[in-house]
C-alpha cells in the first residue's frame, strides 16, 4: 500500500501546479488510479493540496469494480467552494448516491468505471 501511494506521488514535485487547470480562476487538478484503495485517497488529497498550494483537487481510483471520489479544496478557497458539493456533482456519474465528508475533504464511490470522465467533466462545469 505504501509503495502504491509512492508511486502515486511520483514524478515531478510541482507536477500538480503545472497540470492544474484554470476553470473560473481557481486552478482544479485531477488525477485518476488504479488499484489504489479509496481509502488512501484522503492523505493523497493532502499531500496533493500542500504541493498545489491553492485550489480543488479531484482524484478518482478504481479497484475490484469499484470506483472511489475524493475532493479536496484548499483553506483559502472553502468559503467560496465546498467539497462535500464537488463530490455530490460527481457521484452520479458513477453510479452512486451521496457522498459526504468536510468542506476541504470530502468522498463518495460508485460501481460505473466507465463514468469517470464524465465525473471530471462535471466537476469542471460545476466550477465553470
Do not use: M, W
Amino acid at each position: 500500500a505504501e509503495l502504491k501511494r509512492k508511486l502515486a506521488l511520483a514524478g515531478e514535485p510541482n507536477a500538480e501546479v503545472a497540470q492544474a487547470e484554470q476553470v473560473n480562476g481557481v486552478p482544479f487538478f485531477a488525477q485518476t488510479y488504479s488499484g489504489i484503495s479509496g481509502k488512501e485517497l484522503p492523505s493523497l488529497i493532502d499531500e496533493h493540496k500542500e504541493r498545489l498550494k491553492s485550489g480543488v483537487i479531484l482524484l478518482i481510483t478504481e479497484s475490484d469494480n469499484r470506483v472511489s471520489i475524493a475532493a479536496g479544496v484548499s483553506s483559502d478557497l472553502v468559503d467560496k467552494i465546498s467539497a462535500v458539493d464537488i463530490v455530490r456533482c460527481a457521484v452520479p456519474e458513477i453510479g452512486g448516491k451521496g457522498g459526504g465528508g468536510r468542506p476541504d475533504l470530502a468522498q463518495g464511490g460508485g460501481t460505473d468505471v466507465l463514468g469517470v470522465e464524465k465525473a471530471i467533466s462535471a466537476v469542471r462545469s460545476f466550477l465553470s
